[in-house]
């Protein structure tokens, strides 16, 4: 048999196993529980990203005769827009599509082009107020040439600063009002569009290197206004109203109709 001494050694230890697994249980329920929190409350980096397939379509009237070049359109584009926040006030992102008309192109015959890159550092809540009750969100930008048009205008970038004026309503769900204002500094490596050869054929003078100056300018400052409204229905249903306006500040034109290929400085 065991001796009567061992066995209360034995029991001794049983009943101290059993006191500390009673109390580490409760310890590491309440660990993981808190681990739990933590990872329900976290947020992803990426928060914000996305992957948009969106379908468009315009027209230019509604009567066909009543415009010689009545052409609607309809378009469909796969947009990446992948967003990195770095603080929970501070992000940066950029936005880049590809798009096919199905409709027949008014200036190209590419069946899928490239729209420009764009790289964006925004500044969340950067200034309140509690008067007007308006939250000032701030964005700088650049516009990288990744698009036929703007390579063909020999852009080289365009940086852009953007200021968003927004203000909620007790409306329904709820019904935001924003304001938006940006400009734009579009940089080219020439201030036309596009070369047009010299107009004498054959003849060797430095004269005949000119270039015609042609109508199409490039842009040097690009302003954009936008007033923007959307109203929460439901849940998962949220209305859009949008107008904007823009104006574009050309270069100016020479005064000779023979010019060289000026340099945008």
Known sequence: GVPMSSFHRHLSLLRASMVCILIALPQVAAAQSVAEVKEETSTSAWQGSAIAYRQSMGVQGLWKS???TWNPSFVHSLTL???WNITESTSVSSELSMASELTQSDWTTDR?????MTLRGTFSNALTSSLLQTTTHIN???RLPT???SRASSLIMAPSLGVITERSFAVAKGLKLSLD???????HSYTTGSLQGSPIDGCSSPGCRELMQIPTRN??????????AQLQLFEHTVMTAYVGAGQGLLHSLSPSPLVSFEPDH
């Open 66 to 68: 009543a415009t010689p």
């Open 81 to 83: 827009e992948p967003q």
């Open 112 to 116: 899928i082009y490239l729209s420009d």
């Open 140 to 142: 700088l930008g650049v």
């Open 147 to 149: 698009s036929k048009p």
């Open 181 to 187: 204002l940006s400009v734009s500094r579009p940089m």
């Open 219 to 228: 842009t040097r400052l690009i302003f954009e206004e936008s007033i923007q």
